[in-house]
DNA sequence: GCCAACGTTGGC
DNA sequence: GCCAACGTTGGC
């Protein structure tokens, strides 16, 4: 895979669960929690500090793109998987003694002047090659095109 | 809450 | 390795 298409990233986040808000207050945020397997490898395999990553809320009233940020720590193993008494516990990383799964650090880079809604986005004639829009496309980390990025960022930001 | 689409699990 | 059953995602 050519790596000059794999600088930027769309992570969805169920924005009462976590959202922009959150990340803006905290600075910087663990990405714990992804437990699918292509997800994980892009994480593990492709993602680079640097990178940007537009920053999806998904599963509520309004789905869309809050703002951007970027990663500011590689991936690294997810111990969340190993905590019997959390949400992200995985049974199968605790039989093999460590985790499966692996976690990044992102910070807010800017908020988008206006939320770039899923409805926008879809009315948008050059984003139609999106992931995002493609139905049945439920993967939680999905990889965006350059220009996209710049369509995106150059509408709403 | 519905339900299509998808990923994972586990019996065989 | 197949594939049915099951669980999850996520827009609507």
Known sequence: MDDKFMKYWLMKTEPNIFSWTDLEQKKIASWEGVRNYQARNYMRDQFQIGDKVLFYHSSCAEPGIAGIAKVVRGSYPDHTALDQNGEYF????????????????????????????????????????????????????????????????????
């Open 90 to 157: 995985d049974l199968a990383s605790q039989k093999s003694g460590q985790s499966r799964w692996v976690m990044v650090d992102l910070s807010p880079i800017k908020k988008f002047s206006r939320f770039a809604s899923l409805t926008e986005i879809r009315q948008h004639a050059s984003l139609q090659s999106m992931q995002l829009l493609r139905k049945g496309q439920r993967l939680s980390i999905q990889p965006v095109m350059e220009f996209e990025f710049a369509e995106i960022e150059s509408t709403w930001g």
